[in-house]
């Protein structure tokens, strides 16, 4: 899964790389969507996690590993351009949610 761009990079502290779903361009009747009746995707993949953070005396570690699916804030996040696509950087506490299986 993860890429040569991925040996380069890799997130430090608690930050989080994460690959944006793509929007549903077709409905299942076949029909054809504009860009402006699609909405913001607010899903995401995580590619990469760091370490996580350092406290006094404790490590804190990130809660997200790589696979899992997460919920994105409306706003925010640092996009990160890698093997031609967009990734973009959170910090672990910045994104709400977790879909589990």
């Known amino acids: 899964m993860a890429g040569e761009a991925f040996r380069r990079f890799l997130p430090l502290f608690d930050w989080v790389l994460v690959e944006r779903s793509t929007t549903e361009t077709v409905t299942k009747g ?22 996580g953070s350092k406290g006094e005396d404790v490590e804190i570690p990130v809660s997200r590993k790589v696979g899992d699916e997460v919920l994105l804030p409306e706003s925010g996040g640092t996009k990160v351009l890698l093997d031609d696509k967009d990734y973009f950087l959170f910090r ?6 977790q879909y589990i299986d």
């Open 92 to 97: 672990d506490g910045d994104l709400p949610g």
């Open 30 to 51: 076949s029909i054809m969507l504009p860009e402006k009746s699609q909405g913001k995707v607010l899903q995401a993949t995580v590619a990469a996690v760091g370490q």
